[in-house]
């Protein structure tokens, strides 16, 4: 759950007629935006909910650090207003179609940022930011060698020497 | 000997000092065993080397023990397990095994060509989750042999299953047959292709009554058959009769002895048949079309009943068929038309039909009998009417309407696109040409047509001809052209002038024509002098002379001296480069 901190009133300029939300990142930076922007995020909606239910208003506390955040929001301007299949909850699971050319110049960064992104993404609930990373990522092995993937993503083989033998491995490879 | 007490892993802060532990340990460990690599004795030698077997494996569990520690701090460790089951959905959906390598050369390639299969090799984390991800194992795709794919349906656990078979495998044995046949009753597709092998259609006839006959409860689609390559097989059994009760598409290439009796048809919203050899009576036909109520994609090539069936002495009654989205016949162009007489489909149904029709067909009557379907009316005809004498066939594309003002008639659609792709057929466009002869002055009489897009790049058209085709479309704006000889007949066609009988009145041909679009894209060396230009010059000056006068040409004429350009621009405001 994530900590939510009272928040005073001249902070947050929310009563206007666009409603903005205060979100505070884990390196402490706060970033004013605007809920419609974030409405994309299932998380921040239920969070904006809590708030009308109470009368409260309230930052939110996220656990990733405000340059991770900032790419999030960045998303979310992008699509603001658009309709995407894939943050419709009855979609259809991922198929060939390929990642589109926003995105892609989008999660043009280095590894471990793509990899913070999608935890932040899914932390959020943005389901389709999340299936655009994760075909991003299925991209950068798409092809390789085991061992390419490994060195890829920054993982050992940990298997033992009876686990890589065993018949469940040889039936699949 | 001691046993070594590993210090807490916090206090591992230099590489050295790790260095230090562990080779002590080991040095400690070994003590007894070094020393000993003289030893003469075989059974000593076995017993050290079993002692050393043992430590390296344990040395090996420890390995592997600190590197899933390390995983552990990874990123991607750090993943969620749904957030990476996403990712390998992804990875299996574009990495697939490589379905396109030589059987010969399969055995070889094996392990490399595994696809997504791999990513379950990466770590014990990723193939936990890949096991425990039923989705990734019901597409079972049969290049591995039947005892992969029993693997991958006990991985699949509870899931529907989705079967692929492609023959040209050389590992697809006889018994992938039964695997697909002993779980059918949790099996949701089936897809077979055979790829023209010289056994292919032996495999389709024993896969078919394997199959065919038994209950299937959760089957939803079925394909048989290559797209690319026809094999001709049977079918022995009455394609499952009731037993697939949610069996829905069904694509059956190449199968000469279709069950068209099978009471499974009537539930269809897709079918696909193609070759079948044993074909229905006209009047069996018909009646099969009046129970399926639900069919909305129909697909019917090479299998509709022959011409000597289509007695006219009792003629069906009309069946509606206004359900279908996509319809698609081949065959003899008069037995689609006495087919067609007898439907009744939506104007927005895709219709595409591939003839085989010679060149005297009477298409004027085609197109009496298609607007009695009413496919004119809503300006969709056809998309596709092929000869088939020729390789390359001829494209006469869909009427569309996408800007058709609000006030012009259904009827008419104000765009028109025409496109010619003979490549060199003469036979091909001239029939396209008087297809749309018999077609226009019926569906377009031309008052809502404003933007024509043309087409061909060879001397099928004369001025006449587009006198004939468009020499009633007052309203048309824009005119695109591709293709010298088309547009040299074009031009020649502005200049004329012809006369109404009631009024007395004479008019230019497309006489409200205000933007001209010329492409000669394949002769990009026309001497600037040629006649074409001095057409083009005539047309415009005597237009101008009436009043009626372009205001503008865009032209790929790079050719073009720029003295000339300017006297043209005397007549039409804007002349461009494209």
Known sequence: ?173 | MAAVVSPPIASFRTPSSATEFWSTAARDRLASIRGNAFVRDQYTAARLQRSLQEELMAIQSVVCTVSAELNSLSPISRLPPETMSHILSYVAAIDRPDLELKPEKFALAHRQRLGWIKATHVCRRWRHIALNFTDLWRRVILVFGAEWAEEMVARAKSAPLCFTLDHRWRTVRESTGPVISDHLQRTQSVSVLHGGSSSAGYWLRYLAKCLFHKPAPFLESVEFGDPDERVHWDMESNFFNDSAPRLRSVVLRGCTSFAWHSPILRHLTSLTIEDCTQRLSFDDFVTLLQQMKAIKVLVLKHCLPNVEDTSSSSPSAVVDLTQLTDFTLNGVLSIVVRLLTHLRIAGTTRLSITSHSGQNFDYPMFVTVLQGTGFLDKGLPFTHVQHPTVSYGACLYAWRAPHASASSSPHDPADLMLHFSSGGNRIVERTAVALLKAIHPRAIPGQDLVHLEVRSYRDGWTAQTWLDLFGHSPNMRRVEIAGRPIATAFVTALSHRSGDAETGCQSFFMPSLTSLELTFSIYPSIPADCEFYERLLAAMESRKQDGVVLSQISAAWSDFPEARLARLREFVPLVEHL
């Open chain 1, 1 to 173: 759950m994530p900590t939510i901190v009272s928040v005073d009133d001249s902070t947050v300029p929310g009563e206007g007629s666009s409603r903005l939300l205060l979100l505070v990142s884990s390196d402490n930076k706060h970033i004013v935006v605007e809920e419609d922007i974030m409405s994309r995020s299932r998380f921040i909606s239920k969070q904006v909910e809590g708030f009308e239910a109470t009368s409260q208003r309230h930052a939110i506390l996220l656990p990733f650090s405000s340059f991770v955040l900032n790419k999030v929001i960045e998303y979310c301007s992008h699509y603001r207003g658009y309709y995407l299949l894939e943050d419709d909850p009855d979609a259809a699971p991922p198929g060939r179609s390929p990642v589109r050319e926003w995105d892609q110049e989008f999660l043009d960064v280095d590894r471990n940022m793509l990899l913070r992104i999608i935890k932040a993404a899914h932390y959020l609930e943005i389901k389709s930011l999340v299936g655009s990373c994760a075909r991003a990522i299925a991209d950068m092995i798409r092809g390789k060698t085991t061992e390419e993937m490994r060195e890829i993503l920054g993982v050992e083989n940990d298997f033992t020497p009876e686990e890589e033998h065993s018949p469940s491995s040889k039936c699949t490879g």
